[in-house]
T-cell receptor, first 113, second 114 residues
Framework: GAGVSQSPRYKVTKRGQDVALRCDPI?????LYWYRQALGQGPEFLTY????????KSGLPNDRFSAERPEGSISTLTIQRTEQRDSAMYRC???????????FGPGTRLTVL | AQSVTQPDIHITVSEGASLELRCNYS??????LFWYVQSPGQGLQLLLK??????LVQGIKGFEAEFKRSQSSFNLRKPSVHWSDAAEYFC????????????FGTGTRLAVRP
């Protein structure tokens, strides 16, 4: 399909492990956003890229969280030394060059035991 | 910083009844405004958006929303609800100067009685 894809869809990990979440945006979309959604809450902004440049990382909770988009397409959100409080749905969205609507992927459900 | 308030956590309506979901935002100027729907196990789907112009916006699935600047509101409406509309609805705002990053409300969960 032509939509935003994320992998894995589900990830269960043990506390202290590192995880990498992948987002493949819609072809031609310049902007890519990461959000985190806790149960019963709305998504919260983490970071975003224009092409390969990380424009804003003000929403990353701490330095265990990082993101990259080295070639301006696929992006990876990495969480080091995971903690139980990191358990959430992680959502990726992409937007076309003129901005406006963001198209969301299905999300990755992360569970830290 | 902008914020979004959705005062109703849960709403239950009967099938065929009308629906209004409330959304208020806080921002100094007029932001971009959105309504998204999230069905169980699904991603977020855009229902409608307001950037400028006509304050009554039509969206998909028979939904509409009205921007009222004086009330800082962007309420979502549907004249006749279908059972398939049961889902969680999120209002969101974005500011162009902040890279269009979305600020979401906490959502309203809609249940539909047969």
């Amino acid at each position: 399909g032509a939509g935003v894809s994320q992998s894995p869809r589900y990830k269960v990990t043990k506390r202290g492990q590192d995880v990498a979440l992948r987002c493949d945006p819609i072809s031609g979309h310049v902007s890519l956003y990461w959000y985190r959604q806790a149960l019963g809450q709305g998504p919260e902004f983490l970071t975003y890229f224009n092409y390969e440049a990380q424009q804003d990382k003000s929403g990353l909770p701490n330095d265990r969280f990082s993101a990259e988009r080295p070639e301006g397409s696929i992006s990876t959100l990495t969480i080091q030394r995971t903690e139980q409080r990191d358990s959430a749905m992680y959502r990726c969205a992409s937007a076309p060059p003129l901005g406006g609507e963001q198209f969301f992927g299905p999300g990755t459900r992360l569970t830290v035991l | 910083a902008q914020s979004v308030t959705q005062p109703d956590i849960h709403i239950t309506v009967s099938e065929g009844a009308s629906l209004e979901l409330r959304c208020n935002y806080s921002y100094g100027a007029t932001p971009y405004l959105f309504w998204y729907v999230q069905s169980p196990g699904q991603g977020l789907q855009l229902l409608l958006k307001y950037f400028s112009g006509d304050t009554l916006v039509q969206g998909i699935k028979g939904f509409e929303a009205e921007f009222k600047r004086s009330q800082s509101s962007f309420n979502l409406r549907k004249p006749s609800v279908h059972w398939s509309d049961a889902a969680e609805y999120f209002c969101a705002v974005a500011v162009k100067s902040s890279g269009d990053k979305l600020t979401f409300g906490t959502g309203t969960r809609l249940a539909v009685r047969p």
